[in-house]
């Protein structure tokens, strides 16, 4: 049985800078890196060369493998302390800051675009938050700096040469099967029938890995409590209708409370001149997402609206319930993407290959297939929605045009809220320490990778 000081369990943005942070301390700690998917430089997806076509890769290359779903991802790094996750509540606000600084600094370093959108607020800026205000919409001011798709698998590349050649093991195709905890403490983890000892474990499963994380937790009674889900859909529309909030802020982040349930309903991960794809999870399970590249470039801008549901007891399960609901919309589609217009949602009808390809929009995910979101989104998430898109066309108008594009189902996997204290490390098992999306406890590529990096030096405090 090998033994390391530390073992991290998925090379996501948390693994990958908590490794970097580790061996920038030059303490000479034997680290292993156990991954599920593919290195970054095999990590291709089918649908990029064979015209759109999803082949069920196992595992998916989109939401696994070395940088996880970030790889992927429009690779946005949201610069303020107030989106992308819960870190303010653990190390307070003037922490928080200091740590984006610099992490953020740590991406320059690996080639990150100098250029932040929205880091000044102008005029234009102004005007529209306060088209916001009079659409009850809370504009959220966050500067950020784009990586886009191709730029950041770059990146994440020099970021894994650089760990290797400091001596971070890391191993692929190595899903962990099993935490190894005795006498609630950490001893090491179980994969592909082999055990690997260690003195500290570090948990950075992402979305892809909650379902399992929220297993283990149910297994070796690791202290939990209720999550929150995020449900929604991808909506797409033609650039000139986004180009004000585009050109003025990149992403603009906004927050609306409906006037009919009062959920909060919010934007996510904007991708102007983006593309909509389509994602993968265990057991075939497809959710849409959304990118765009640094280079290429399409004719529509594309965003998430998400409306978070949070349980209360006795229910325990959203990571469940959240399949759920993708599962009705991959019933319908045999397993693709479904794609509907407003104005047919609106309507009460179902959108039609003719309706949909009469449109100024030309759908950029290619194998979507046209349907019904009423038949698929609970009634409550359904209005949510409709009244977001209704009150954001007050600030771009168009929004609400009948042709804008809505795709589903759009879900965000958290497992159950792990337990942590301020070093992020389990309230109940010893030297087994938490991190990122998976863990419910952030929601992005900045503070994830900020929490590998708090994570690092707690650990690093109690080496000599």
């Known amino acids: 049985m090998e033994r390391f000081d530390v073992i991290i369990v998925g090379a ?19 680290i292993l890196i156990l991954e599920k998917g593919r290195d970054i430089y095999k990590r291709k997806c089918p649908k990029h060369t064979n015209g759109g076509k999803c082949v069920h890769c196992k595992p998916c290359s989109i939401t696994t493998g070395w940088a996880g779903a970030g790889a992927f991802s429009d690779g946005k790094l949201s610069l303020s302390h107030e989106v992308g996750g819960t870190l303010p509540e653990y190390l307070g606000i003037e922490e928080t800051i200091d740590l984006i600084k610099y992490t953020d600094d740590i991406y320059l370093k690996f080639g990150a675009d100098s250029n932040v959108h929205g880091e000044t607020e102008t005029r234009a800026m102004k005007d529209i938050r306060t ?14 700096r784009h990586l886009g798709t191709e730029k950041a698998q770059e990146l994440y590349k020099a970021l894994y040469n650089y760990v290797v050649e400091e001596g971070v093991e890391v191993k692929f195709n190595s899903p962990v099967n099993d935490l190894i905890i005795e006498d609630n403490e950490i001893k090491g983890v179980r994969t592909n029938g082999t055990i690997y000892s260690g003195d500290k474990v570090i948990v950075a499963v992402g979305r892809e890995g909650s379902d399992w994380l929220q297993q283990q937790c149910e297994k070796e009674s690791i202290e939990t409590e209720v999550g929150i889900v995020d449900i929604g859909v991808r909506v797409e529309c033609r650039n000139e209708i986004m180009q004000e909030i585009n050109d003025n802020f990149y992403e603009a982040k906004l927050i609306h409370y409906t006037r009919t349930f009062d959920d909060k309903v919010r934007t996510f991960c904007s991708n102007p001149g983006g593309f909509v794809s389509s994602e993968y999870y265990e057991g075939d399970l497809a ?55 407003f104005g047919d949602l609106v309507r009460g009808r179902r959108t039609t290959k003719n309706r949909l390809y009469r449109n100024n929009i030309i759908p950029t995910l290619k194998d979507a297939v046209p349907g019904d979101l009423s038949l698929v989104l609970p009634h409550r998430i359904l209005m949510d929605i409709i009244e977001m898109i209704e009150a954001l066309d007050k600030v771009s108008p168009g929004i609400a045009s009948d042709e804008t594009l809505l795709y589903g189902v759009e879900v965000k996997f958290y497992s159950n809220i792990t337990k942590v204290g301020k070093d992020f ?14 863990a419910g406890i952030t929601r992005g590529l900045m503070q994830a990778s900020v929490n590998g990096v708090v994570i690092a030096r707690e650990i690093l405090k109690n080496i000599v």
Do not use: W
């Open 12 to 30: 996501g943005p948390a693994g990958i800078f908590s490794a970097y942070e580790l061996v920038k301390a030059k303490k000479k700690l034997k």
């Open 131 to 144: 088209k916001a205000i009079n659409a009850n919409l809370k504009l959220v001011h966050c500067p950020v």
């Open 287 to 341: 959710v849409v997402n959304g990118h765009s590249y640094k280079d290429l470039k399409s004719q529509n801008t594309n965003f998430a609206l998400l409306v978070s549901q949070k349980f209360t007891e006795p229910f325990n399960a959203p990571i469940q319930f959240g399949k759920h609901v993708a599962r009705m919309a991959n019933m319908l589609t045999r397993n693709q993407i479904l794609v509907q217009r």
């Open 425 to 438: 490390q389990s309230s109940n098992v010893k030297n087994l320490y938490m991190a990122g999306d998976g």
